[in-house]
């Protein structure tokens, strides 16, 4: 830990910073981690997830346009160039000079909604989703009233600053309004959207999630002070996020062995990696599924699953790069008979 680390902390504190506070004892904890340190990086990190912090409520929510969703506990991991920009957003709400729109934008699954969740966790303001199944109305005119009601209600908050406001897949109030396709009451619906974020209470962050970016309303995109691309994900990062969330499972699995050159070998002969939210799935469900004392039960599991093979063939196992080794535990025969079987072969 550094003089400017000590001075930074005292600053924050002095300021009643809690965003840099927090920030800057996440990164004393990150270089204690780097040097050897671990437990005492860990201790930092444990005190700051578990901190007690007393957070005013906001005014109750009754309006059935919204529902409170529960911050999320569990870390999420992120590529760095993904992460960087999560910390300048953390950091523009922090700084409190009115830039608090934000569009997550990436494929399904990429960890745009949870990140949102985490966001909300670090800040300690209460998160709100908006229900587009309540918002969004058959009847001519009325979605654009919802809209114009629904912010009404953001902005006469008592406690603003308390508050991240959700859109999650905003794209139902999104789509381009000069679109062939788009039916004369969305473009309505979007207008008002524009108006209504125009009127924000800056103290009220509202972050919006979309899949279909490509498609989104040019006027609408302006309207938010800055958009984060959640698809910059590497191969490597989803190896390296893989493996993060195998040892979160196997923590959990007393009974399951751990070969993680075996698991990244499985991963590096997938032709596209999926995202984390469709890897969580898979790794869950094999560890889940798997024999409880047959330790590499879940390898075999995960490589069927990822492979598209419905049964282990020791010829396809050899072409991919495996060793004798590996195809015994893949395919439960000993290494003689994996040997022998693939001399006859």
Do not use: W
């Not at 671990?38 to 005013?56: F, K």
């Not at 962050?205 to 899949?211: D, G, M, R, S, Y």
């Not at 699995?253 to 993680?260: H, K, L, M, P, V």
């Amino acid at each position: 830990m550094k003089k400017k680390n000590v001075i930074n902390l005292i600053k924050y504190y002095s300021e009643k910073n809690d965003v840099g506070f927090r920030n800057e004892a996440h990164e004393i904890a990150r270089e204690f981690d780097e040097n050897g340190d671990y437990q005492l990086g860990e201790y930092i990190m444990a005190l700051l997830s578990d901190a007690n912090v007393l957070i005013p409520q906001t005014r109750k929510l009754n309006s059935d346009f919204f529902r409170k969703v529960e911050n999320c506990n569990v870390s999420l991991p992120l590529p760095e160039v993904i992460k960087d920009d999560v910390i300048g957003v953390i950091n523009a709400i922090g700084h409190n000079i009115g830039v608090n729109k934000f569009l997550f934008e990436g494929a399904p699954g990429t960890g745009k909604t949870e990140t949102v969740k985490q966001i909300a966790r670090i800040l300690n303001r209460e998160l709100f989703m908006v229900d587009f199944d309540m918002l969004v109305d058959s009847k001519l005119g009325k979605t654009s009233r919802n809209i114009s009601e629904l912010f009404d209600e953001m902005n006469s908050l008592e406690q603003p600053q308390n508050v991240i406001i959700l859109f999650d897949e905003i794209d139902a109030l999104a789509l381009d309004r000069i679109s062939s396709n788009d039916l004369r009451e969305m473009g309505r619906a979007t207008s008002t959207l524009l108006k209504s974020l125009d009127r924000l209470n800056e103290n009220i962050v509202l972050i919006a999630t979309t899949n279909l970016y490509e498609k989104f309303d040019k006027a609408l995109i302006r309207r938010f002070d800055s958009v984060v691309n959640f698809d910059r994900y590497t191969r490597e990062d989803l190896i390296e996020i893989a493996e993060e969330i195998l040892n979160s499972y196997l923590s959990k699995f007393s009974f399951a062995g751990r070969n993680i050159k075996l698991f990244r070998k499985i991963l590096s002969n997938m032709e596209n990696i999926p995202y984390p939210g469709d890897l969580k799935n898979i790794i869950k469900t094999s560890i889940a599924f798997s024999k409880e004392g047959e330790e590499f039960d879940y390898l075999r599991r995960l490589y069927l699953s990822t492979s598209g093979e419905k049964k282990v063939e020791l010829t396809n196992l050899k072409k991919s790069g495996y060793t004798i080794r590996e195809m015994e535990i893949l395919s439960g025969i000993s290494k003689s008979q994996v040997a022998r079987e693939l001399k006859e072969e």
